[in-house]
């Protein structure tokens, strides 16, 4: 066992506080990352403040994590010491059922999430908000050269949240993609939508984004509560990411979706929202969901973002400031990822 410094909720209540944290004796598989950035997630908020109902205390949040592999297992090829890492939100998985076959471990029953689930030696894992991470090394990524740690660390959640849709919906050349909430997920969509060739169009909740929009690849912006224009855009979309983390207007959006559309909700929303049937009944038109992304995929990602030059707008911050970025992420006040700057712990 290791100890590493980090930032934990000790309660849903308050602020974040350093915490000193046990990691795993490194096992034969394992690869050892000294982390040098991790980003804050909207989910790491939703655990902190236990708004899922499954938080376990002490947490440490964070689950897009990047760095430099430390040390490695007798039995990993994979890695090695010195390699450019990452770790998003996925840590271990049963291996054996359908999804894992399929490479979805994402949707495994027995996934473990990177902080707040058993681990394999009955602590709980706990997450990137810290200075050391021991993982399987099946469940680490490769960072590709050109990408900087820090840019890279929001692919991690972000960009693959992002990405596993557009390509499950095969977003390509001729699509015209919405994307909803221009957030973390929100500006890492329109960044890869727009490299895969799409139509990008932004829904935010005011103008305040509009310059960002258009830099980061969009060519259409719409103000959601302009009634005109929400009018005026009906049966345009083939697909709509929604990565509004609140409740939101759910059936004016379906609204927007051409005949066979899909908009799939990646805003973890805990309380229900109503859904008329006419919007989806008039156009077939499908209201989906969508989970981060499996292993592989989130390696193609990687890979495809290194291709492009694409990584995360970040601002980077010191482990002191977490709470108050926390503050800034709940006022939609960030452009478009607080990475916390992993030496400051
Ligand atoms: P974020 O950076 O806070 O972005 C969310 C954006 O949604 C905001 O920037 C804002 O965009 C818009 N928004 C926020 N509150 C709103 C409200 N009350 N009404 C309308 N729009 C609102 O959060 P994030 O990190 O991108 O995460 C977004 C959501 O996705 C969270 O719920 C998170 O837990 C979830 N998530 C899901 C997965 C998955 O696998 N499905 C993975 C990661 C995260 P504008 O300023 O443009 O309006
Ligand atoms: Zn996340
Ligand atoms: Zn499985």
Request: charged share 20%; proline share 4%.
């Amino acid at each position: 066992m290791s100890t590493a410094k980090s930032y934990a909720a000790y309660d849903s209540d308050s602020f974040l506080a350093p915490y000193a944290l046990t990691r795993r004796e490194p096992g034969p598989n394992d690869v050892v990352i000294n982390i040098h950035y991790c980003g804050i997630c909207h989910t790491d908020i939703h655990f902190v403040k236990n708004e899922l109902g499954m938080s376990r205390y002490p947490l440490v949040p964070g689950h897009e994590i990047a760095g430099v592999v430390e040390s490695v297992g007798s039995g990993v090829t994979t890695f090695s010491v010195g390699d450019r890492v990452g770790v998003g939100c996925i840590v271990n998985s049963c291996r054996t059922c359908d999804s894992c076959l399929a490479e979805e471990e994402q949707y495994c029953a027995g996934m473990v999430m990177t902080y707040g689930r058993d681990d394999v030696d009955g602590s709980i894992t706990q997450g990137g908000y810290s200075t050391k991470v021991v993982v399987d090394s099946k469940y680490v990524l490769r960072v590709p050269d050109n990408l900087p740690l820090d840019g890279a660390a929001p692919l991690l959640c972000a960009g693959i949240t992002t990405y596993s849709p557009l390509r499950t919906w095969n977003v390509g050349p001729g699509s015209k993609v919405a994307i909803i909430g221009l957030g973390g997920l929100g500006h890492m969509g329109v960044k890869l939508a727009a490299a895969l060739g799409a139509e990008v169009t932004v829904i935010s909740t005011s103008n305040r984004k509009e310059t960002d929009a258009y830099r980061l690849g969009a060519k259409h912006f719409i103000i959601s509560k302009d009634a005109e224009a929400i009018t005026a855009a009906a049966g345009s979309f083939d697909l709509i990411l929604n990565t509004v983390s609140a409740a939101s207007e759910v059936n004016s959006q379906l609204a927007l979706l051409a005949k066979d559309g899909t908009m799939v909700m990646l805003g973890v929303v805990p309380e229900p929202m109503p859904v008329a049937c006419l919007p989806l009944i008039f156009g077939r038109r499908r209201l989906a969901g969508s989970l981060i992304g499996g292993i592989a995929e989130t390696q193609e990602m990687l890979d495809f973002c290194g291709e492009h030059n694409i990584v995360s707008d970040v601002e980077t911050i010191s482990a002191a400031d977490i709470n108050t970025a926390y503050e800034r992420v709940l006022k939609s006040d960030v452009r478009y990822r607080f990475v916390i700057d992993a030496s400051t712990f």
